[in-house]
């Protein structure tokens, strides 16, 4: 018995090896459009509940143990645990390259982790992903108390409030933090042009399609908000201009 179940798992695992083309959604070379294309087509299934749970199972598995990955998006969005990137896109193993953090908020480390992903795992689409009732957008709004790693990491989502607060004036808190929400996106975006060479010139060369988003916790939907609508002026800008970051924790100006 051992014997056979031994011979049927080698037999799963060649299977998987000699059949690339069932393997992944995200084959090397697939365009920012393709891949776009396919994380709306799974989150629409996710919404109308016909979740298809692709490259879940031990073939996948094997696959990209063995061949190693191919994401077809790195996808920053806010540690939540009610927004989970590979469920509301329903996709799996090595579909997408998963950057989380308090706030969807872009510094050092998730930049770093994005141009990882995007230089070195040719991922053709980044999405900052932000989301309805965001605790850390909302801390900022309040302008609560914060211990003080937790402040310094929502550092960078206070230029978003300022600007919302800027455009909403003696607004009800609800219609505040949602637009505060939506800049947040926008700064992250912003952020991520501003201080990485690697993100700009991929996303101004056409290599990579950089857009927001926006998950809804009640209908699950998420909203596309596109590329940032300053995009052109950034990718342009004078490389390091201006200020983002953690506090002690800055990304490093670029060098021209």
């Given at each position: 018995?051992?014997?056979?179940?031994?011979?049927?798992?080698?037999?799963?695992?060649a299977?998987?090896?000699?059949?690339p083309?069932?393997?992944?959604?995200?084959?090397?070379?697939?365009?920012?459009?393709?891949?776009?294309?396919?994380?709306?087509e799974?989150?629409?299934?996710?919404?109308?509940?016909?979740?298809?749970?692709?490259?879940?199972?031990?073939?996948?598995?094997?696959?990209?143990?063995?061949?190693?990955?191919?994401?077809?998006?790195?996808?920053?969005?806010?540690?939540?645990s009610?927004?989970?990137?590979?469920?509301?896109?329903?996709?799996?193993?090595?579909?997408?390259?998963?950057?989380?953090?308090?706030?969807?908020?872009?510094?050092?480390?998730?930049?770093?982790?994005?141009?990882?992903?995007?230089?070195?795992?040719?991922?053709p689409l980044?999405?900052?992903?932000?989301?309805?009732?965001?605790?850390?957008?909302?801390?900022?709004?309040?302008d609560?108390?914060?211990?003080?790693?937790?402040?310094?990491?929502?550092?960078?989502i206070?230029?978003?409030?300022?600007?919302a607060?800027?455009?909403?004036?003696?607004?009800?808190k609800?219609?505040?933090?949602?637009?505060?929400?939506?800049?947040?996106?926008?700064?992250?975006?912003?952020?991520?042009?501003?201080?990485?060479?690697?993100?700009?010139?991929?996303?101004?060369?056409?290599?990579?399609?950089?857009?927001?988003?926006?998950?809804?916790?009640?209908?699950?939907?998420?909203q596309?908000?596109?590329?940032?609508?300053d995009?052109?002026?950034?990718?342009?800008?004078?490389?390091?201009?201006?200020?983002?970051?953690?506090?002690?924790?800055?990304p490093?100006?670029?060098?021209?």
């Amino acid at each position: 018995m051992k014997r056979i179940s031994r011979l049927m798992l080698i037999v799963l695992v060649a299977a998987a090896l000699a059949a690339p083309a069932l393997a992944t959604s995200a084959s090397p070379g697939i365009s920012p459009d393709e891949a776009l294309r396919i994380l709306k087509e799974g989150n629409a299934r996710y919404v109308g509940g016909k979740l298809q749970h692709p490259h879940q199972g031990p073939e996948r598995r094997a696959l990209t143990s063995g061949q190693g990955q191919h994401p077809l998006a790195a996808v920053l969005t806010c540690s939540d645990s009610r927004v989970p990137p590979e469920i509301i896109f329903d996709q799996g193993l090595g579909d997408i390259f998963v950057i989380r953090v308090a706030g969807n908020v872009a510094a050092t480390d998730e930049i770093g982790s994005i141009e990882y992903a995007v230089d070195h795992l040719a991922a053709p689409l980044v999405v900052v992903l932000g989301h309805s009732q965001c605790g850390a957008v909302t801390a900022v709004v309040d302008d609560a108390k914060l211990p003080p790693n937790l402040a310094n990491l929502v550092e960078p989502i206070k230029p978003a409030v300022d600007k919302a607060r800027e455009a909403n004036p003696q607004s009800a808190k609800d219609v505040l933090l949602k637009a505060a929400i939506t800049d947040n996106v926008w700064q992250a975006m912003d952020d991520m042009l501003r201080l990485s060479p690697v993100i700009r010139e991929k996303v101004k060369e056409g290599q990579v399609k950089l857009v927001g988003a926006l998950y809804d916790l009640d209908t699950g939907q998420v909203q596309w908000l596109g590329p940032h609508p300053d995009q052109e002026k950034l990718v342009g800008a004078k490389k390091g201009a201006g200020k983002s970051g953690k506090k002690g924790k800055k990304p490093k100006k670029s060098e021209d």
